[in-house]
């Protein structure tokens, strides 16, 4: 955000520009609002009944009575082993559960266990919502003692409450305390607790003195033992009526290694998620090893293998596995305790395993994400961590076989940029790009390593030395803050310029998921958009698996919305559906929620690959897709409402709702690309509003122009922006492009005026 202390500012004189600009910075939220069901404000209106508290209990009565409806939830691993256990509480006499999204995890196999000792395996995820760690889960059992649930907007600081669940295993553990507060956390309404939440107690009831569900008790203070939190039940209540179930037989690939593309040998628990894989747990092999390897068979020698690592403790081991037999015998190239490590495997223990170099570098960063890379030739091996050279050897042992990832112990790691090819070109800039750079910040200059001999002298110079020393270390920081800054805004123009290449062109040739996805990467620059095009192609590849060569548009439709809506879970916002994430089109693949727009992208490019005919159409307040067949009338498709056929009848509603004027043919027309990547544009921009977030209204507001350069109001809105941001010249331009074109939408003179204060700014 900006200081508006600027040189030449007058706000008086330049009053109804800054009106403007706070106008601006209050208008709440994105172009998508929620669309209201007409019966739920019928509902609304009709006056409430009058409720009948139900009686206060002792505390051992209501352990006696909610104990019955608290469970025991566990998963399995590969081995079939109990790999993990938390609490939940029966909210459906049919079978529903209620825990945390947490603690079920994704792809693995899960098991309720009642308070009877019955246990039950779940059939189906009923809903989920990963931002607010919720869950339902069902198991096929009627008849279950369901909790009640309460109002957690009427919880009062320090009313006394009682929390259930299995802490570290403790089956059916019950503490008391009070209500400490409410906190939004992480865009969460939370209830913080003055008593202690333990692991195991994560998806336990969070009661009241009547019994009644409050929360869902969720995580552990890490400043004490005794505080804990809950998310509050109302948070809840729109999972129950609006589920998104997803059968088991789908849960269970959520994550999972596509064994079109990787194989896993000597277990552990390995996941693949948008590009990257992730690998957690102990491997069977000696020493906890474990590998996944890449199907596909790498080229003829030479070739070279890479990948990004990162660890979550140094003192563990993952990296590249080459030529493998799929089985003992393979070499691996990884960090372990801060060293590089080349090792041949001959066999299946320690005493067949050569470690043949085992060596520090100055380049390999502990605890941040490594390019590691291996080239391999005929008789020699070149090992490179981030673009430098490590190592080499001449070992020739092995010298076929596969390639892929390598992990040992009980390392936790990920892996992302994996690539093979005939050669890699390097990640680090080229060394006349690095010295250009330098170039440009080398007046900023270097801090100074410590110097014992230099101390002594300045330390005969009094306090002084000291002083002039920390003034040098805070202009210091604040270059480094000021290149920091730099460094995004470099970032930022790069995507921009990308953004600018994907919509060139004609609008056939734009593509609109690439797209989307360097929107997401403005805010993201960790963002791998060739990981979420890959895995969106999976997607396309798994929704057409089974279809028969011959199948007609019906029929591809139909295959798509099962696999999105029935099989995965994908639906329209329910909690906060103004976040952020639901803008982002890779977190909404990733958590399978997002608004109508985001939805409808993922739901048009999928159409696309599986070739049907499906556009977006750009409702006022409510985006849709358009079925359109070469035969017959084209169909309307609300992808937020699971993919629901929308009656032009109930399109006039929307429109209405939105306006106040009557369902025109030109709403039903097909919206361009360029128009689907400006309107979630432009809801970032209303959340930045919202937000006050001067940088991020100039951020999207760049690529919203960088799009739709003729846009009127949005090039005055920047103009504003970086004048008050003061980017006088930048803001030069803007206001000379305005009064160039003259829009009818602009007030010019209000561009006149705010232009005389940046070409006279002493005025």
Known sequence: MFEMRLPGWNPWKFSAGLAAL?????????????????????????????????????????????RKSVVIITFVGRDGKQQGLGSGFVVGADGLIATNLHVIGEARPIQVQLADGRKFDVVAIHAHDRNLDLALLQIDAHGLPALPLGDSATLKQGQPILALGNPHGLKHSVVTGIVSGTREIDGRTMIQLAIPIEPGNSGGPLLDMQGRVHGILTMKSIVTDN????????????LLNQPNPTLMTRWLTIGAIDPREFKTVFGARWRQRAGRVLVEGLGEGFGGRALCLAVEPPPELPYELAATVKLDQEEGAAGLAFFADGGDQHYGFYPTNGKLRLTRFDGPDVYSWKILHD????????????????????GKISAFVNDQLVLESTDAAWR??????????????????????????????TADVAAQVETLVA??????????????????????????????????????TRLKKLAKAVHQQQVLHDLTAVMTGAEETIDLFHAALLVARLDNEDLDVAGYRRELDRMAREAAEHLPENADDATKLAALDKYLFEENGFHGSRGDYYHRSNSYVNEVLDDREGLPITLAVVYMEIARRMKVNVVGVGLPGHFVVKYVPLQGEPRLIDVFDRGQTLPRAAAEKIVVAATGAPLKDEHLAASTKRAVVVRILSNLLGLSRRDRDADGMLRYLDAILVIAPDSPAERWMRTE?????????????????????APPEVDLNRVRELKNLIDHPSR
């Open 721 to 741: 922006l970086r004048f008050l941001a003061g980017r006088r010249e930048e803001a030069a331009t803007d206001a000379d492009w305005l009064l160039e074109h």
């Open 443 to 480: 007046e900023l200059g270097a801090a100074h390593a410590p110097d014992a001999e230099v101390a002594v002298q300045l330390a005969g110079r009094g306090a002084a030395g000291a002083a002039v020393l920390r003034d040098r270390a805070r202009r210091l920081e604040d270059e480094a």
């Open 22 to 66: 706070v106008a601006l910075a209050q208008m709440a939220g994105p172009v998508e609002p929620v669309r209201a069901d007409p019966a739920d404000k019928a509902a609304q209106a009709q006056p409430a009944a009058p409720t009948v508290e139900p009686p206060t209990s002792t505390v051992e009565q209501l352990t006696e009575s909610a």
């Open 227 to 238: 505080l804990g939190f809950a998310v509050a039940v109302n948070s809840l209540k729109p």
């Open 359 to 378: 060596q520090a570098s100055p380049h390999y960063r502990p605890g941040d994400w490594n390019r590691l890379k291996v080239r391999l030739e005929q």
């Open 400 to 429: 076929k076989g596969l390639a892929g990832f390598c992990k040992f112990r009980n390392t936790a790691a990920e892996f992302k940029n994996f690539q093979i090819a005939r050669e890699i070109p390097a990640d680090r800039p």
